[in-house]
């Protein structure tokens, strides 16, 4: 998913499924909406990955994400990653293309999207890359992790408090999670692309967002955290934006 803003709302993807010159690109579709509902489901997951998914902008938009955490994970020497929300996977697979010695985990609630991420890992040839199901606001998951990810996820989720709580509590001791969230910035932008689009299909898919039902604050990230989070693109060297507030939270040594 794309990190420098919104996804583009324009209701077509294409797929681009791998790394490098090594990938699979699927013809133009329209993209499948479920009816809206009030909970992270509202949007058919599964159809996306099957009709078409990441198309070219958002696959450029991970390529830079993978970058970033690269050289996180360059700076801190992580040994453990957790993509929460990987979708078709395409920035765990380029990072653990990357650092070999890292291992990487990717959950993801759409059987789809798993099933096109191992896939990927196995035409490369990673082995230090495991993927599963599993979604928030309530993961199965038990394990922790040095760096945890959850990058154009959390705006799907009603429950976004919960939400982050249970990918704070993924974050093992002086470990960090990377991750941004929908403020009423990002509401007013998609409130404007989606009149421009005059597409119902995309007020469906960010309907929790236009309804404001699931915006936070910085406030209410220090709230559910208990630490202040430094900004991603200023870390960067980026400028930072409004509308795609993108944190790294650094759990204290002491802090469980």
Same mark, same amino acid.
């Given at each position: 998913?794309? !990190?420098?803003?919104? &996804?583009?709302?324009?209701?077509?993807?294409? %797929?681009?499924?791998?790394?490098?010159?090594?990938?699979?690109?699927?013809?133009?579709?329209? +993209? &499948?909406?479920?009816?809206?509902?009030?909970?992270?489901?509202?949007?058919?997951?599964?159809?996306?990955? !099957?009709?078409?998914?990441?198309?070219?902008?958002?696959?450029?938009?991970? !390529?830079?994400?993978?970058?970033?955490?690269?050289?996180?994970?360059? !700076?801190?020497?992580?040994?453990?990653?957790?993509?929460?929300?990987?979708?078709?996977?395409?920035?765990?697979?380029?990072?653990?293309?990357?650092? &070999?010695?890292?291992?990487?985990?990717?959950?993801?609630?759409?059987?789809?999207?798993?099933?096109? +991420?191992?896939?990927?890992?196995?035409?490369?040839? %990673?082995?230090?890359?495991?993927?599963?199901?599993?979604?928030?606001?309530?993961?199965?998951?038990?394990?922790?992790?040095?760096?945890?990810?959850?990058?154009?996820?959390?705006?799907?989720?009603? @429950?976004?408090?919960?939400?982050?709580?249970?990918?704070?509590?993924?974050?093992?001791?002086?470990g960090s999670l990377v991750f941004n969230y929908p403020n009423?910035?990002?509401?007013?932008?998609?409130?404007?692309?989606?009149?421009?689009?005059?597409?119902?299909? %995309?007020?469906?898919?960010?309907?929790?967002?236009?309804?404001?039902?699931?915006?936070?604050?910085?406030? @209410?990230?220090?709230?559910?955290?208990?630490?202040?989070?430094?900004?991603?693109?200023?870390?960067?060297?980026?400028? &930072?934006?409004?509308?795609?507030?993108?944190?790294v939270a650094d759990k204290p040594r002491h802090q469980r």
């Amino acid at each position: 998913m794309m !990190e420098d803003g919104p &996804p583009r709302p324009d209701g077509m993807h294409n %797929l681009m499924v791998g790394v490098g010159n090594s990938y699979i690109q699927h013809a133009r579709i329209v +993209c &499948p909406m479920t009816p809206p509902c009030a909970g992270h489901d509202a949007f058919d997951w599964d159809l996306f990955w !099957e009709q078409g998914g990441e198309d070219g902008p958002m696959a450029k938009g991970a !390529e830079r994400m993978a970058a970033r955490i690269s050289r996180l994970i360059s !700076e801190r020497g992580t040994s453990r990653v957790a993509d929460f929300g990987c979708g078709a996977g395409r920035t765990l697979l380029l990072l653990a293309r990357d650092h &070999p010695e890292v291992r990487f985990f990717g959950l993801d609630s759409s059987a789809t999207a798993v099933r096109a +991420c191992k896939e990927g890992a196995k035409r490369l040839g %990673l082995g230090n890359v495991r993927f599963s199901r599993d979604s928030l606001p309530a993961p199965r998951t038990q394990d922790r992790f040095d760096l945890v990810l959850c990058i154009a996820t959390l705006h799907y989720v009603k @429950d976004i408090r919960g939400a982050l709580r249970a990918l704070w509590s993924m974050v093992d001791a002086s470990g960090s999670l990377v991750f941004n969230y929908p403020n009423w910035h990002a509401r007013r932008s998609y409130r404007k692309w989606v009149r421009e689009m005059d597409d119902p299909a %995309l007020a469906r898919r960010f309907a929790l967002v236009l309804a404001g039902e699931n915006l936070l604050t910085m406030r @209410d990230v220090r709230t559910v955290l208990g630490v202040t989070p430094g900004n991603l693109w200023v870390m960067m060297g980026e400028r &930072p934006t409004r509308a795609n507030v993108c944190l790294v939270a650094d759990k204290p040594r002491h802090q469980r």
